[in-house]
């Protein structure tokens, strides 16, 4: 069974936006395994809590990825 796994800040994405997610990365399993893949794909979106990880060895925070984004 094909599986994604998308971990987002919490509270950043909407419900149509968790759609999309789930909808594209299963067509995009559709794409690589043919159809059989639509019944049998899950997608996972997992929101983190704010400073519930890091890159590069320091915690993020939903403030430092909007800084970030607006530079």
Excluded: C
């Excluded at 899950?42 to 929101?47: F, I, K």
């Amino acid at each position: 069974m094909p599986f994604a796994n998308f971990k987002v800040p919490a509270g950043t994405l909407d419900d149509k936006q968790k759609q999309t997610i789930v909808t594209r990365a299963t067509e995009l399993y559709v794409e690589i395994y043919g159809e059989r893949a639509w019944a049998n794909t899950m997608v996972l979106v997992e929101e983190v809590a704010d400073g519930g990880w890091g890159i590069g060895g320091d915690v993020l925070t939903q403030a430092m990825l909007q800084r970030h984004a607006e530079e």
